[in-house]
T-cell receptor, first 112, second 116 residues
């Protein structure tokens, strides 16, 4: 049973517009949530994280929103750029410095 | 950010042979490292947690005798796929926890294993 779900396998967005990637989870004990970006045949690259005690964290063009009551988080990228095209993984951590549980990823395509 | 390297980046081997994959933390020490496996169009699945100086902790369904993990130093963990079979063909990625406030893990570039 998947604890972290990314229900959209792909997303296509026009350059300059907002990209919204969604993630749902089932375990209320997760205390950190992270987003990773991954290119083919490369390891994931950390983008941004959020603690479960917060509802928003912003870093440049990337903002993560957390809705604990709905067990839902989202990553907003604005403005989207063609270089953002990659697979984005949502991950949850059950404890500090612990292992990560990943969603299946969403492939984002940003068209010029 | 911290750098994690993996070697080799890709390997092709015959069925029945053993393959060793190295994971190194280049500019920091890691008492814990994680090994993941990713099949095409699938998520990264945690295989095991590698602990420096002690036995690795394996996830349910992962054969510890087939996937041997050795974490002999604070900067090196190795994963050996023993008696590899075509179904072991996958993308293997290691990671090490960071020490910043972001609680992130730093991933290696991955190793593509193809078993013929």
């Amino acid at each position: 049973d998947q604890q972290v779900k990314q229900n959209s396998p792909s997303l296509s967005v026009q350059e300059g517009r907002i990209s919204i990637l969604n993630c749902d989870y089932t375990n209320s004990m997760f205390d950190y949530f992270l987003w990773y970006k991954k290119y083919p045949a490369e390891g994931p690259t950390f983008l941004i994280s959020i603690s479960s005690i917060k509802d928003k964290n912003e870093d440049g063009r990337f903002t993560v929103f957390l809705n604990k009551s709905a067990k839902h988080l989202s990553l907003h990228i604005v403005p989207s750029q063609p270089g953002d095209s990659a697979v984005y993984f949502c991950a949850a951590s059950p404890g500090s410095q612990g292992n990560l549980i990943f969603g299946k990823g969403t492939k984002l395509s940003v068209k010029p | 950010g911290a750098v994690v390297s993996q070697h080799p980046s890709w390997v092709i081997c015959k069925s029945g042979t053993s393959v060793k994959i190295e994971c190194r933390s280049l500019d920091f020490q890691a008492t814990t490292m994680f090994w993941y496996r990713q099949f095409p169009k699938q998520s990264l699945m945690l295989m095991a947690t590698s602990n420096e100086g002690s036995k690795a902790t394996y996830e349910q369904g992962v054969e510890k005798d087939k996937f041997l993990i050795n974490h002999a130093s604070l900067t090196l963990s190795t994963l050996t796929v023993t008696s590899a079979h075509p179904e072991d063909s996958s993308f293997y990625i290691c990671s090490a926890p960071g020490i910043s406030r972001y609680n992130e893990q730093f991933f290696g570039p991955g190793t593509r294993l193809t078993v013929l």
